[in-house]
T-cell receptor, first 112, second 115 residues
Framework: DQQVKQNSPSLSVQEGRISILNCDYT??????FLWYKKYPAEGPTFLIS?????DKNEDGRFTVFLNKSAKHLSLHIVPSQPGDSAVYFC???????????FGKGTRLHILP | DAMVIQNPRYQVTQFGKPVTLSCSQT?????MYWYQQKSSQAPKLLFH???????NEADTPDNFQSRRPNTSFCFLDIRSPGLGDAAMYLC??????????????FGPGTRLTVL
């Protein structure tokens, strides 16, 4: 039973436009959320996170929005650049546990 | 640069032949994790060490074992690899999660092929 769901396996976006990656979760006990980016033949790298006490966190071109009532978060990348082409994993944590739960990932293609 | 190192990057073994994957870290992090990731799937946590305390996931097969001889090193032993164990194996570390260290730092992974 997947607790963190990324329902879009892939997404294509024109360079310069906004990329929006979505993530849904089922466990209302999750209180911390992370996004990771993964290039081929490399391990995932941390991108941005958000605590459940916030509804938005911004870091440069990356913004994560959290809608607790809908159990939904999204990652916005604007403007999208060719180097953003990668697989993006959504992940969640609860109660300062030492484990995080990953989604299956969304492959983002930035088109020239 | 502080980092998480995995060796080898690619490992080929035969069905049933034991194999060991290694991970080392220069971050001095408390927690080390081993994940299995198959194509188009989420990384699946196998087990993790919080300092010397070993935490096994309930659905991790007995075929998978781990050792952490010191803070810097952690090993994944697959005693009798089956064809279904072919996957990318990712090692990760984090600081003390009870003090806000939820971010995990990943190594590049070891891709295991079972013939």
């Amino acid at each position: 039973d997947q607790q963190v769901k990324q329902n879009s396996p892939s997404l294509s976006v024109q360079e310069g436009r906004i990329s929006i990656l979505n993530c849904d979760y089922t466990n209302s006990m999750f209180d911390y959320f992370l996004w990771y980016k993964k290039y081929p033949a490399e391990g995932p790298t941390f991108l941005i996170s958000i605590s459940s006490i916030k509804d938005k966190n911004e870091d440069g071109r990356f913004t994560v929005f959290l809608n607790k009532s809908a159990k939904h978060l999204s990652l916005h990348i604007v403007p999208s650049q060719p180097g953003d082409s990668a697989v993006y994993f959504c992940a969640a944590n609860m109660n300062r546990d030492d484990k995080i739960i990953f989604g299956k990932g969304t492959r983002l293609h930035i088109l020239p | 640069d502080a980092m998480v190192i995995q060796n080898p990057r690619y490992q080929v073994t035969q069905f049933g032949k034991p194999v060991t994957l290694s991970c080392s870290q220069t971050l001095n992090h408390n927690v080390m994790y081993w994940y299995q990731q198959k194509s188009s799937q989420a990384p699946k946590l196998l087990f993790h060490y919080y300092d010397k305390d070993f935490n096994n996931e309930a659905d991790t097969p007995d075929n998978f074992q781990s050792r952490r001889p010191n803070t810097s090193f952690c090993f994944l032993d697959i005693r009798s690899p089956g064809l279904g164990d072919a996957a990318m194996y990712l090692c990760a570390t984090s600081r003390d999660p009870t003090k806000g260290g939820w971010e995990q730092f990943f190594g590049p992974g070891t891709r295991l092929t079972v013939l």
